[in-house]
């Protein structure tokens, strides 16, 4: 096996794939990208109903646990990242949400010059195959990333988007457009009603490079450093110890978990955790492991009658059965669903002139024990803190486990965002749309109103929505990790590139940003101009 490269790519995400094709676009570049998983050569990954059966997949799911939390009834949260080719984009719900162009002004305002919305727009439209026909000033057509509708839609997503708009929520076909608030079906990144990972778009089509080279079910135990400049990885391959080196960089991309969980393995992070860690410093880096964030995400869930609603029941069986038929002819039906169809973004009485929370409806029964299946129908309301002010953190412990503490609800702001959040909720899901297929509240229940009594429910089911981000800070202060460039500060040849260097959450889903750092990350290392903005100026579109 060849073991030295130009750059060493550790993690094949949403960033790491993006990166690994724009990089060994070069041929004089040789590039390794190294998977910890498999490969995604799996039906469950490939249709887009499969992705149920990935959040606590032993194959295809790093099934991370927090640490109790606090704040929510000292309860461990399941906390799924993908293990396999494409990363969490293998087993994510397939949204493409940008978030709001004062998320990444936020960035730049936070002293990482070059991160605002006017100078990342260019790079989001690079990657996009936008087959909707949507405002090309915002979006792009030539990239390697479709995003399309969803091939079928349940009718009773249609249903909550009518019931979002007869409370004031106006429709919004593009959560990219001019403005993120309202509600409406969430476009995905499909091809011909198939998941459209990272991989797939972005390595899958240039394996044929002779100077790329992928290796899967790698496992990275540390970083090589010689006089503070990383110089390879440490990895097993098939029971092998091997050393792979890298000429110019290694960087990291292993997410907002696996990257800092690297560098700490390292020596790379604070002096005091490491040293009670019995891990020798190699680099004091006080930020490494910090500022962890993630969306909060409270449930409502309705049992009903109606078997138009994804679910399984004798009256359900004969579409049950035609499924796997009317996918193969027409990809059509139920194995087309991603399961959290619509959705969108609103305000709470909390909010200013931004949305604070998003909802992602399921036209389907989501079990109140936390099962994969339950028998019976339903349907789901699921509400986000979209901008949480918790922080939390993540360490090692002596034994080298990852010790993820979300520090939920350690600001009481977040809870009261999230119970409004859930009065909103149920707003829309009592509004005369849904009277034809109206059933009972098994969560929280009606027996649930007051804000005291919201609270207690959030503390025992709140759950996060999988999007963990910061734990690598890009910035100049002294909690930051990397800077505005993405090199680790202090060492060199060692960058991160992933979204651990997040400062702050945006307002949504993570993957297409992620993809966007990817992009932008390429120029940053092969020192090219950053792309020129082109359309609208920051601040005149996605203003609300």
Request: contains cysteine; positive net charge.
């Amino acid at each position: 096996m060849k073991t030295d490269f130009d750059y060493v790519i550790v993690g094949a995400g949403s960033s790491g794939c993006v990166l690994a094709n724009r990089l060994s676009a070069d041929p004089s570049i040789n590039v390794c990208l190294i998977e910890a998983g498999g490969h995604d050569n799996s039906q469950r990954i490939q249709t887009p109903a499969g992705t149920i059966t990935l959040y606590k997949s032993k194959k295809y799911s790093w099934n991370f646990l927090s640490a109790p939390q606090q704040n929510l009834a000292g309860r461990t949260l399941h906390t799924p990242r993908g293990k396999a080719l494409g990363g969490s984009s293998s087993m994510n719900s397939m949204i493409y949400i940008r978030g709001h162009a004062s998320d990444y002004d936020r960035w730049a305002q936070a002293g990482c010059p070059g991160w605002d919305w006017q100078s990342v727009l260019p790079y989001f439209k690079k990657s996009e195959n936008n087959r909707l026909g949507q405002d090309p000033r915002l979006h792009g057509t030539a990239g390697e990333l479709n995003v399309e509708a969803a091939r079928d839609p349940n009718p009773v997503s249609q249903l909550f988007v009518h019931a979002a708009e007869r409370l004031g929520l106006r429709r919004n076909d593009d959560f990219n457009g001019e403005r993120l608030e309202g509600c409406g079906i969430y476009n995905l990144t499909q091809k011909a009603a198939r998941r459209l990972s990272s991989y797939r778009a972005f390595v899958a089509p240039v394996l044929e490079r002779p100077n790329l080279t992928v290796i899967t079910d790698c496992t990275v135990h540390s970083l090589v450093l010689e006089q503070h400049t990383a110089t390879g990885v440490r990895v097993e391959v098939e029971g092998s110890q091997q050393t792979l080196r890298a000429r110019r960089e290694v960087i990291l991309c292993a997410g907002a978990l696996g990257s800092p969980q690297l560098l700490l393995a390292s020596g790379i992070g604070p002096a005091r955790e490491l040293q009670a860690a019995g891990i020798a410093v190699e680099h004091d880096l006080p930020g490494v492991g910090k500022n962890l964030q993630d969306h909060l995400d409270g449930l409502i869930t309705v049992r009903s009658k109606c078997p138009l609603t994804l679910g399984f029941s004798l009256g359900a069986l004969p579409s049950l059965l035609a499924a796997p038929l009317r996918y193969l002819l027409a990809r059509k039906g139920w194995l087309t669903t991603n399961y959290v169809e619509a959705g969108g973004f609103a305000r709470t009485p909390l909010a200013d002139a931004l949305p604070d929370v998003q909802l992602h409806f399921v036209p389907g029964y989501r079990s109140h024990r936390g099962r994969l299946f339950e028998w019976g129908h339903g349907y789901a309301l699921h509400t986000c803190v979209l901008r949480p002010k918790s922080i939390g953190a993540l360490h090692l412990d002596r034994d080298g486990k990852l010790i993820i503490d979300f520090n939920f609800l350690s600001d009481p702001a977040d809870a009261k965002v999230l119970i409004e959040g859930l009065k909103l909720a149920r707003r829309i899901l009592a509004a005369p749309q849904f009277d034809s297929i109206r059933g009972e509240e098994i969560l929280p229940g009606k027996a649930v109103q007051s804000d005291e009594q919201l609270l207690a429910y959030v503390r025992d089911y709140a759950a996060t929505v999988f999007h963990p981000v910061g734990t690598c800070k890009m910035g100049v202060d002294t909690m930051s990790v990397v800077g505005p460039d993405l090199k680790v500060h202090g060492l060199q040849g060692l960058r991160v590139v992933d979204a651990s260097i997040m400062p702050t959450l945006i307002s949504g889903n993570t993957n297409a940003p992620c993809i966007m750092i990817g992009e932008k990350a390429a120029d940053l290392i092969l020192l090219r101009p950053p792309l020129a903005a082109t359309g609208a100026r920051s601040g005149e579109l996605l203003t609300s």
